[in-house]
């Protein structure tokens, strides 16, 4: 008499038939999952998506302001059209100079000021006033470009207004103060020949042909090079600094004599 299945082996039995009913994948299933494997980012094929890094041959290549950030990019542009404006302002400032031979009533202060109000007036504008009055001889015409210049300053920057008045008058303080400059050509002569690299023989010997040690300065500056532009010189700068220069001298004559 053979004995009844455990419930074990029919509970398998069970197992098995419906293993054998249940159909098989299918290939086009298997490839599907296949291709969403390789597109996941944990997959060792995934750099595909990601860009390559650039050359270093191609960065070089680059230009300078191509490989500047977002945010500094406006203060590279803003500073090279600063420079060019400043060209351009001395270069306006020149053709606008004649107009300083006006009479008083015919002359508008706004039509020769190549700075805003309240800006330093720039030295190179004295400067042109005093070659201009050099070139003439007519003394209302001289009297004309003066006041037309105070108007000038006084219509810009009022402040600048005592130190262009007393470098006008070739001093640098008022004579109550005795404040003299006190330096003589051959102080001059030493300091151009050390700005400017060259020997004081050569500085003498270029005074002598010229007549004049401006021209020998201006003469000296240009053939000079230079790592970098200085800034433009301004009068309240200028005037400062022969003030200091003055005060200095004196202190050094006084402990001289001490």
């Known amino acids: ?29 298997s490839n599907k999952r296949k291709s969403v494997d390789s597109k996941s980012p944990s997959s060792p094929s995934a750099p595909s998506s990601l860009q390559p890094p650039e050359n270093p041959a191609s960065l070089e290549s680059k230009s300078v302001e191509d490989r500047i950030s977002p945010e500094a990019a406006p203060v590279a542009k803003k500073s090279k059209i600063g420079a060019l404006g400043l060209k351009e302002r001395i270069a306006q400032l020149k053709t606008k100079m004649p107009q300083l031979k006006n009479k008083a009533g015919d002359f508008d202060p706004k039509s020769v000021a190549c700075w805003d109000k309240g800006e330093r007036v720039p030295f190179m504008f004295l400067c042109l006033v005093f070659d201009m009055i050099s070139n003439e ?60 690299g060259r020997t004081e023989v050569q500085v003498k010997k270029q005074y002598k042909e010229l007549g004049d040690l401006g021209l020998v300065a201006k003469a000296s500056r240009s053939s000079q090079s230079m790592m970098r532009k200085p800034a ?27």
Not at 6 to 23: I, Q, T, V, Y
Not at 144 to 150: E, F, G, K, R
Not at 236 to 249: G, Q
């Open 232 to 258: 433009a010189l301004t009068v309240t700068k200028v005037f400062n600094t022969f003030r200091l220069i003055a005060k200095v001298f004196g202190h050094d004559l006084i402990n001289d004599e001490n």
């Open 137 to 196: 001889t007519g003394r209302i015409v001289i009297t004309d470009i003066v006041c037309n210049m105070l108007r000038t300053v006084m219509y810009t920057t009022a402040d600048d207004l005592v130190a262009v008045v007393y470098l006008s008058a070739n001093r640098i303080a008022p004579a109550h103060e005795g404040l003299e400059l006190g330096i003589g050509d051959a102080s001059i002569i030493k300091a151009l020949a050390e700005a400017c």
């Open 1 to 29: 008499m053979s004995s009844r299945p455990s419930a074990f082996d029919a509970l398998m039995s069970g197992a098995r038939a419906a293993a054998k009913k249940k159909p098989p994948p299918s290939p086009s299933s």
